[in-house]
């Protein structure tokens, strides 16, 4: 079957592994979602957030409905979040979220990672003065008018609204603070909101050479690579 075959082969399986790897995340975020608040997305905006994020990532109906249903169960498994910060090679900063049943086997994890990409694990707190939290709303831009929606969201929180015209897409940021408004006021105007993500935005950048770049990408590819790692941040420019 040639090249051809096998380079289209190998793009689908990424893609595929890709998937996987949102769908567990938001399967563990359903699973904290409930256990904090509830099965019923009416009364749990956590678990409506991630209710929401699932279907912007075109994850099967089915699959949300039994993730709630087994996060409900008494054999559901506890999951928690956590959060590591360290340094990789040439002074980057790096934070780690994370979503596990065993933090443990997780720090751990994360740990070797830093150690054998040249870097090290920081203690808690420590990138605190680099990364802000910001909540970053993707709402889809059909017949919104960017100007008028961001005057109407300033009260909500809104700090920037802008349009990605490729993607289709209007960004909404706030601080970290207003998400719980901004969502609601979202959902008011019955908006299409396509995500609402918790980012960490970084105050300064460190510029490196392509050689640099490489070894911070092959770092954050092996944290990526833990099935318990949920995101990962970086200051690199």
């Not at 209007?170 to 901004?182: E, H, I, K, L």
């Not at 050689?211 to 970086?234: G, P, T, W, Y």
């Amino acid at each position: 079957m040639g090249r051809a075959f096998e380079y289209r082969r190998a793009r689908k399986e990424a893609r595929w592994g890709k998937m996987a790897k949102v769908f567990t995340r938001i399967g563990r975020e359903i699973a904290i979602a409930v256990k904090q608040s509830g099965p019923d997305p009416t009364n749990n905006s956590r678990l409506r957030v991630a209710v929401q994020n699932a279907k912007g990532a075109n994850m099967p109906k089915e699959r949300v409905e039994s993730a709630i249903k087994r996060a409900s169960s008494k054999e559901a498994e506890n999951y928690e979040e956590a959060v590591y910060e360290g340094y990789g090679p040439h002074g980057v900063a790096i934070l780690v979220e994370c979503q596990t049943d065993n933090t443990t086997r997780t720090v751990a994890n994360v740990r070797t990672a830093f150690n054998r990409g040249g870097g090290a694990l920081g203690k808690t707190g420590s990138l605190d003065f680099i990364f802000e939290r910001k909540a970053v709303f993707k709402v889809k831009a059909e017949s919104v008018d960017i100007e008028e929606l961001e005057f109407e969201l300033i009260d909500f929180g809104a700090e920037d609204v802008q349009l990605d015209e490729e993607e289709g897409l209007v960004y909404v940021y706030t601080a970290f603070s207003d998400f719980g408004q901004m969502q609601k006021a979202l959902e008011e105007k019955n908006l299409e909101v396509v995500s609402s993500e918790l980012e960490r935005i970084p105050s300064t950048t460190v510029d490196l050479s392509e050689e640099q770049i490489a070894q911070i990408e092959a770092l954050i590819e092996r944290l990526e690579d833990d099935e318990d790692v949920s995101k990962v941040f970086h200051n690199m420019a």
